[in-house]
């Protein structure tokens, strides 16, 4: 699959995180611009003491093409709001406050 990723924004309320593909850390207070088509994936390190909170923004839609362009998958905000609340659910944490599509 060939991933066309949408953009997005981050802000590390609490706890600290990376995407592995960058040697950056993100800590309480930072900012971070996801332009499109960067490949991340995120990790929180094992060394952190204290819940991570990130607040993500997503602009657009993350498209997944097969070899020939044709859409297999399509990932956009709403789609990423119904798994949060999903694994939340099946982790046994309450529905979180969050605003819906």
């Given at each position: 699959?060939?991933?066309?990723?949408?953009?997005?924004?981050?802000?590390?309320?609490?706890g600290s995180w990376r995407y592995l593909e960058y040697p950056e850390?993100?800590?309480?207070?930072?900012?971070?611009?996801?332009?499109a088509n960067a490949i991340h994936t995120?990790?929180?390190?094992?060394?952190?003491?204290?819940?991570?909170?990130?607040?993500?923004?997503?602009?657009?839609?993350?498209?997944?093409?097969?070899?020939?362009?044709?859409v297999e998958a399509v990932l956009d905000a709403g789609t990423v709001l119904e798994i949060y609340r999903a694994q939340c659910k099946a982790n046994g944490h309450p529905a979180p406050d969050v605003i819906g599509a």
């Open positions: 699959m060939r991933p066309l990723l949408c953009q997005g924004m981050a802000f590390t309320l609490s850390i993100n800590t309480a207070g930072s900012y971070l611009f996801e332009p995120l990790h929180v390190p094992d060394s952190n003491v204290e819940i991570t909170d990130i607040w993500f923004a997503i602009k657009g839609a993350n498209l997944d093409l097969d070899r020939d362009g044709n």
